[in-house]
């Protein structure tokens, strides 16, 4: 992508602010964008699950859903949400072995995609990434981690509880005093029931019982908090520790 596209400014803009890119030298920022190609998808299609074997993607706008299928039974479990800044898919660009998963986008997305082989040579060129590349790494492998440990240990009212509080904002909206949600404040209850390993008729009867205790509020079609401390004693110590 050539410094005169139209959304080569923005996307050197979104790297420079997030926890991969951040750090990197603006010169650095812009090599990478000029060797990637803009690609956009819409909410909902349908992505090869092959692609992440063939190409690296770096979110600029949207999010979307990394997922595993149970060929049997049809039933997902969403193992990321992927945010604008993170990369698509950081296994394959590890190992370089196949690995199937299935993409999904859960709003319009910008992303930047650059062949596989040459990210891993981009990666070796710049030994400066791996300054943010392996704690961005170290994120992941505790994301998957505290996953596991609540799909055994807790029931699905503190997977739910769990899942908000990690996305919530721990500073008040300074109008309403609520706590903004982010991320998921706009998912569907099929989507949160795939990230926490349940099914939508659970999570909808457990959303309803939050938001009669007035632990959460649906405003404009998006969650908030309204009482932060009665969410984080539904929570463990993973969560009520993290900032």
Same mark, same amino acid.
């Given at each position: 992508? =050539?410094?005169?596209?139209?959304?080569?400014?923005? *996307?050197?803009?979104?790297?420079?602010?997030?926890?991969?890119?951040?750090?990197?030298?603006?010169?650095?920022?812009?090599?990478?964008?000029?060797?990637? =190609?803009?690609? #956009?998808?819409?909410?909902? #299609?349908?992505?090869? @699950?092959?692609?992440?074997?063939?190409?690296?993607?770096?979110?600029?706008?949207?999010?979307?859903?990394?997922?595993?299928?149970?060929?049997?039974?049809?039933?997902?479990? *969403?193992?990321?949400?992927?945010?604008?800044?993170?990369?698509?898919?950081?296994?394959?660009?590890?190992?370089?072995?196949?690995?199937?998963?299935? @993409?999904? &986008?859960?709003?319009?997305?910008?992303?930047?995609?650059?062949?596989?082989?040459?990210?891993?040579?981009?990666? /070796?060129?710049?030994?400066?990434?791996?300054?943010?590349?392996?704690?961005?790494?170290?994120? /992941?492998?505790?994301?998957?981690? *505290?996953?596991?440990?609540?799909?055994?240990?807790?029931?699905?009212?503190?997977?739910?509880?769990?899942?908000?509080?990690?996305?919530?904002?721990?500073?008040?909206?300074?109008? #309403?005093?609520?706590? &903004?949600?982010?991320?998921?404040?706009?998912?569907?209850?099929?989507?949160?029931?795939?990230?926490?390993?349940?099914?939508?008729?659970?999570?909808?009867?457990?959303?309803?019982?939050?938001?009669e205790e007035e632990i959460l509020l649906s405003k404009k079609g998006k969650l908030v908090v309204k009482d932060l401390k009665k969410l984080m004693d539904?929570?463990?110590?993973?969560?009520?520790?993290?900032?």
């Open positions: 992508m =050539t410094a005169n596209h139209p959304c080569y400014a923005n *996307a050197c803009e979104v790297l420079k602010h997030t926890q991969l890119f951040g750090a990197l030298s603006p010169e650095t920022r812009r090599t990478l964008v000029e060797e990637c =190609t803009p690609v #956009e998808w819409k909410k909902g #299609e349908s992505i090869d @699950p092959e692609t992440g074997t063939k190409y690296m993607h770096i979110v600029i706008d949207g999010k979307m859903k990394v997922t595993q299928v149970d060929p049997d039974t049809g039933r997902s479990i *969403a193992l990321f949400l992927l945010a604008p800044g993170d990369i698509f898919d950081i296994f394959t660009l590890l190992d370089g072995k196949e690995h199937i998963v299935f @993409p999904i &986008p859960m709003a319009p997305m910008k992303l930047l995609r650059i062949p596989l082989e040459r990210a891993r040579e981009w990666v /070796r060129e710049h030994p400066q990434f791996n300054e943010s590349f392996l704690p961005y790494l170290g994120k /992941r492998l505790r994301e998957i981690e *505290a996953f596991s440990e609540s799909l055994v240990f807790h029931d699905t009212t503190t997977r739910l509880a769990n899942l908000i509080l990690h996305h919530t904002s721990r500073c008040p909206d300074e109008q #309403e005093g609520h706590y &903004p949600v982010r991320l998921i404040n706009n998912l569907s209850h099929e989507s949160l029931a795939e990230l926490i390993g349940s099914v939508r008729s659970v999570v909808s009867t457990q959303m309803k019982k939050l938001k539904r929570c463990d110590m993973f969560y009520k520790e993290e900032i």
